[in-house]
């Protein structure tokens, strides 16, 4: 991290002056002949016009003074936060010359901990995204900022303003909309797209505050989740995978392991994780956990809380079952719900509360801030717009023509207001009809601050010269008030009145902010005390004021409308690492879909990829089919987040050849917008339950996955005992473990008598990974980060249709058992490093050989492309550059990692086990004149995990942590009657449950 004693004088000096600065040479030159000439070469004729021609004058100005933070060519860190979603996740820039190329979870922050999720990784290709705007827009064109402000200003004389936002988790945001209101009498509504108003709503009906309390599952001994994907997308995945995982850890005199059962409609990555998993219709979900409270009610002695709410439910004998489990942690239990209507969220925190739970695992006084949305009032404000009420209106980080319902009538209710200021960086269809756009910066090139739980303060700073001209809101609201102050000051000037008096520092405030600014976050007591008590009538009236989903009738399917892990939302939809991570649950990229159940599918007599018209009057969307088990046969889910008008810049992604496809149609959008399907009533904007009709159109469109081409599988034909699949993803039982740690685990032991000569064996260390497939959920943050890390290109659609993608790391899934008894393991998979590698005898040229410390190496220069390396690897962990592929916008450029090759067209890469941190560790370790620490190195994949599932070291140091997880109860090898002596050691997955479907617990088979 930056040392902030030195913060502002360093600041600007090792911080390039403008982005020109940043950019190389040739990035620079033209696409003449010449150019090309000198670039791409014709042998000794064109290193000879090289040669004589005069290159780009640069001018170099050296530092007259030395900084005792910064060395030029090593990198240094900025603590700062991160802005890929609400949850404010406290990270670390890694930064390089003047500009961040990778963002890491910063440890001591109490939200991430270290880990990050994959929006969070992909966020820093955000930052340079050549299309985001420059500069202020007057009616469409560009102009000054002082003429936008007097345009503004203009408007707000004497005018009804209003202010629409997403939530402001900015404490000093707030503090200048709330100076703003004051000023223009403005009131301010905030929104958000993924909202939970019914969370908020069933609070403040049963315990009179409006507040969503903060949730902490590694208290939690038995967790029932209704429809909450809490691991991907629900509200803080990162803090909340964090405390999952530290309440199941299974190994060790010390072993402990929550009972997480889930409820769901359509299949999730939480879902995936759980114990014991139910699928139900989106229309017996509120009847479920009625039928929860009444059991959970009965062993209280308290019959009368029941209500009269209906509980025909099915598994009935499950829930009863639940319901004792949960009454047995009772303080100790935690119940969540995901939907968003407030009847069934009261049933939630009823059970919650008879439970004993607020308190212990559910916290009032200290809550979280991350979603403070409110449904009624966005639908109060544009039942104004169109009754003509509102002559200004300010919309911040939102696209309301995009988000809500066609039959809502945005675009018509916007029309009627006298003047729309959009604060949008990019294109959209709300700043489209907008009279002036203030554009707002990234995260990473402004300052700002986060009040995401209350009393734990972050802050952000910039770590990059601002690539646009762009004003924060908070920036901007000040100068439409007359105010000139900068951001930088705007901020500080918050924490000095209303951060610093509540702390107990002995300082001056300059060395508190000084210290927040290195630490990047700062805890503080809060004046404020959330008074609830608990008003017994509360549930009731909400389930009374709030109408239960109907079930639907015979011929129709129950539309679930949900957030993937890659793409929560639209404004994901921009960023490319994003859309070719392959879904950790389909495994699809480039696409959202309906997912059906296999059955479902049979019966409406579709097949994978065929076009489907999902409608409901004149709302309609056509998309593929996507066959996914665990959904419920009445359900069908599609993705939100695509469909965004402009995503067809992405047409061109990948590489220009005679057979290439586009990966998105000029003027089309990746995927299809599902918000005409939403359904917005008068408390809340609805995402599942609505009865839609689906029918065949008789188009087809192919699907982009990638595990079809990797799954490890032999011919029936050739199966050994009985099966065509190997045994890749090992699972057992928690009871079996304790029971007997030895032999609760069956898999593959290597042979004795080995072929393999010991050409290179060596005594120093062999580095290795070991994978805790208990702890890892599959959110795919490792592969987000390994790509950022390691320079891997994106390559479009097409491409990957081809079973082209180049990620060095994927995220692979299996099955196992069926129907109610589904089960589903996701396992890491990269280059294993294999001691007897089976890639290293193949290649003519020894561009794949071993290091003397353990690694396979790739040795770009040296390959030819025979590709007889990727056919001999078990692993299929191979990728081959069959292109150059495009890298034509020079500010995307500034993403890549210049510790690291761009490979070149022809050569064959893999994962190198981030071989130059490996390279860095050891250097300063030698500087330092000591041994390398176990731990002090970590992998791109590893820094990333939220819940601590990979570990890196010494596999030959028997004290290192990998060391002793290789050699642990639950380790073993894939494939390791190959004998090829694999670096990477996986631990079995554990799941508490009693008995699995097949009634073996152990050994499962996965396909």
Known sequence: MTDTSHHAADRHSRIPATIDDLVLPVEREGSSRRTFLKLAGFGVASATLAGCSRGVTRLVVPRLDASDSVTPGLAYWTATTCGGCEARCGVLARCRDGRPVKLEGNPEHAISRGGLCAVGQASLLDLYDGTRRDGALVRGKKASWNDADAVVRAALANSRVRILTRTITSPSTRAGIERFTKQFGASHVEWDPRSASAILAAHDACFGARVLPRMHFDRAHVIASFDADFLGTWLSPVDFARDYAAGRRPDGDDATMSRHVHVESHLSLTGSAADERLAVAPSELRPTLALLRKHVADLAGAADAAGSEPTDAPYATRIEHLAQELWGARGKSLVVCGSDNAGTQALTVHINQLLGNYGKTLDLEQPSLVRRGDDKALLALIEEMRNGKVDVLIVDGLDLVYELPDDVGTTEALTKVGTVVSTSPLADETSAVAAVVAPTPHELESWNDAEAVRGHFSLSQPTVPPLRAARTLRHSLAAWMGDDTDDHDLVQAYWQTSVYPRTKAKGSFQSFFDRALHDGYVAVPSPERTRARWRADGPAKMLAASAAPAAVADGSLALVVYSKVGVPEGRNAHNPWLQEMPDPLTTLVWDNYACVAPATAARMGVRPGDVVRIADGDAAVEVPVRTLPGIHPDTIAVARGYGVSGTDRFSSIGPSWLEGELTVQEGGTVGRRVSPLLTLDKNSLRTSGRAVTVTPTGDHEDLAGTQDHHRLEVPAHLAVRGGAVRDVALVTTFEKLQKDPDHAVHAHEAHDVSLWPTDHANDGPRWGMAIDLAACNGCSGCVVACQAENNVPSVGKDEVLRHREMTWLRMDRYFSGTGDDLRVHHQPMMCHHCANAPCETVCPVLATAHSSDGLNQQVYNRCVGTRYCANNCPYKVRRFNWFDYPRADELNNLALNPDVTVRSRGVMEKCSM???????????????????????????????????????????????????????????????????????????????????ANGSGTGERHG
């Not at 370790?925 to 791109?940: C, N, Y």
């Not at 090898?973 to 996986?986: I, M, R, S």
Request: with cysteine; glycine share 8%.
């Open 914 to 996: 981030c071989v130059q941190r490996i390279q860095e560790g050891k250097a300063e370790a030698a500087r330092r004149g000591e041994d390398v620490a176990d731990g002090a190195i970590q992998m791109a994949c590893q820094q990333s995990c939220p819940s601590g599932a990979i570990v890196f070291g010494d596999l030959h140091d028997p004290e290192s942590a990998v060391a002793k997880l290789a050699h642990g109860p639950r380790s073993y090898q894939v494939l390791a009657e190959l004998n090829v002596d694999p670096g990477v050691t996986y631990l079995a997955d554990v799941r508490n449950a009693s008995e699995f």
